[in-house]
């Protein structure tokens, strides 16, 4: 796991109330793709699986992670926002929640980071998937956008 990933889980746990709620956690971080958990327990519903809300926030927070990850690598503290998103859930989740963004090219990540640096805003498409016995539970689709540099969040 890359020395950034425990950035991740610091903001989560300072800024982000919900995901914190979710116990999300960093599974796995390699630059590629950012693998986040989230226990049953705190999403259980009345069916004994995920409920879809939970499912959902697990799913943006993947991919608004790997956002958040690159950019730390690349020495941007970024304010992101999810500017789109668009999920299918295809079965039920009766388990921990595990959602892994897709990798995307280096080029795309280049791109992003230099409109950003040229612009002061950039946008992303990222993928995330949650898998249930090694089939897609979940597919999320979100537009990721950084606004300039985080603001100092006071809690």
């Given at each position: 796991m890359k020395d950034v990933a425990h950035k991740l889980t610091e903001f989560v746990q300072t800024h982000l109330p919900t995901a914190r709620a979710l116990e999300i956690e960093v599974a796995d971080y390699d630059s590629q793709s950012?693998?986040?958990?989230?226990?049953?327990?705190?999403?259980?519903?009345?069916?004994?699986?995920?409920?879809?809300?939970?499912?959902y926030v697990v799913a943006v927070m993947a991919g608004w992670g790997m956002v958040y990850l690159?950019?730390?690598?690349?020495?941007?503290?970024?304010?992101?926002?999810?500017?789109?998103?668009?999920?299918?859930?295809?079965?039920?989740?009766?388990?921990?929640?595990?959602a892994s963004s897709l990798p995307v090219t280096e080029g795309d990540w280049e791109i992003f980071l230099q409109q950003f640096e040229e612009r002061g805003k950039a946008k992303i498409e990222l993928q995330t998937r949650i898998l249930q016995g090694g089939e897609p539970a979940v597919k999320f689709t979100g537009l990721y956008a950084i606004i300039g540099h985080a603001p100092n969040i006071q809690v």
């Open positions: 950012l693998t986040l958990r989230a226990p049953l327990g705190p999403s259980i519903n009345d069916k004994h699986t995920a409920f879809g809300g939970s499912l690159r950019c730390r690598e690349a020495g941007i503290d970024p304010n992101i926002v999810v500017a789109r998103g668009e999920i299918d859930y295809l079965a039920p989740v009766p388990g921990d929640i595990v």
